[in-house]
Nanobody, 124 residues
Framework: QVQLVESGGGLVQAGGSLRMSCAAS????????MGWFRQAPGKEREFVAA????????SYKDSVKGRFTISRDNAKNTLSLQMNSLKPEDTAVYYC?????????????????WGQGTQVTVSS
């Protein structure tokens, strides 16, 4: 059983930056593909970014490409998401997720473990 705890969300003005982290425990971190998802009020949860077990493969939602960077530190069991040039439409609860295996996928239902989520609010 893997436990995931997000941190680093908050309130920021448009154009600003935030760095979120996800601490993993209870499993071998490098055995998991990791992802970030988000859910805005009244909307479905959507994919944001994902990273392969060794960081060699990454995937991003089109609207965050060039602004967000996903990374992982397997020695510290930590996943990160650097978010720059934030926009009001990035406002959502952000979730960290883990998927057993090596295939990087974008579908939330294919992830096995989830964090509790952290709020990101971008003011205009």
């Amino acid at each position: 059983q893997v436990q995931l705890v997000e941190s680093g969300g908050g309130l920021v003005q448009a154009g600003g930056s935030l760095r979120m982290s996800c601490a993993a425990s209870g499993g071998t971190f490098s055995n998991y593909v990791m992802g970030w998802f988000r859910q805005a009020p009244g909307k479905e949860r959507e994919f944001v970014a994902a990273i392969g077990w060794n960081g060699g493969s990454t995937s991003y939602k089109d609207s965050v490409k060039g602004r967000f960077t996903i990374s992982r530190d397997n020695a510290k069991n930590t996943l990160s998401l650097q978010m720059n040039s934030l926009k009001p439409e990035d406002t959502a609860v952000y979730y960290c997720a883990a998927r057993r295996g090596t295939l990087v996928v974008l579908t939330s239902t294919r992830y096995d473990y989830w964090g509790q989520g952290t709020q990101v609010t971008v003011s205009s």
